[in-house]
């Protein structure tokens, strides 16, 4: 029998997983934005806006918002799964989600949809789908009002996130879901500070977390 839509993992590699074998779990930053610190020291974060999705004591997984994908748009995108554009269907922005599994979609939305067992509700009025009938549906022109598609993502294991804190990698703030899906990407990461009060030029490598 075939699958569902539902539970076909948006996979451009036609791997069998699904994102519920990750196992998440949405506490403590779920929800929140992290910002790169000039002295990240991870050339791949660098002045990188990362909306978490989940954070757990064993793991944390985010997306990168603010990082379009400059060889794949979405269109391509459905030529390369054999979903039909309908006339209505309109185009949303493609990000670089992370590094880990690039191969791998992941659609960042408002809570306006939900796809039965296969969306992850996040504090704060988002949600997480990673099958593909959520793009079935923006390619018919629904699906949810606001949304971005992102490739890979982020990852850490246990305690990990939490170091990288400590050793001023990262502020954190709360996500604003006008900066997350509407503002331009190059004004994301100055804009999110912005939503903290703190200037750019105040910052400096070797400088304490605010």
Known sequence: MMPSAASVPLDCRGASRHLG????????????????????????FERSVIFMC????????????????????FNDLLKQLDIPEAPR????????????DYGRGFVLHSPDYHSTDSTLEIDGGYGLT????????????????RCLL????????????EAEIQHNGWLICDADSDLVFEGE??????????????????????????
């Not at 269907?89 to 880990?100: M, T």
């Not at 990461?189 to 750019?200: F, R, V, Y």
């Open 185 to 210: 990407n190059d004004a994301k990461w100055t804009g999110a500070l912005d939503l903290m009060g703190i200037n750019p030029l105040m910052l400096s490598p070797g400088g304490g977390s605010a």
């Open 89 to 100: 269907s309109r185009q949303i922005r493609v990000h670089v989600g992370g590094p880990v």
């Open 54 to 73: 989940s954070h757990s004591e064993d793991r944390a997984m985010g997306l990168i918002v603010n990082k379009p994908a400059r060889d794949l748009r």
């Open 150 to 161: 992102a490739m890979g993502y982020a990852g850490w294991g246990p305690g990990q996130l």
């Open 21 to 44: 074998a990750m196992s998440f779990d949405s506490t403590q930053l779920a929800g929140k934005l992290l910002i790169a610190m000039p002295d990240m020291g991870d050339p791949r």
């Open 130 to 145: 990673a099958t593909l009938d959520i793009l079935e549906d923006i390619s018919h022109g629904d699906g949810p009002e």
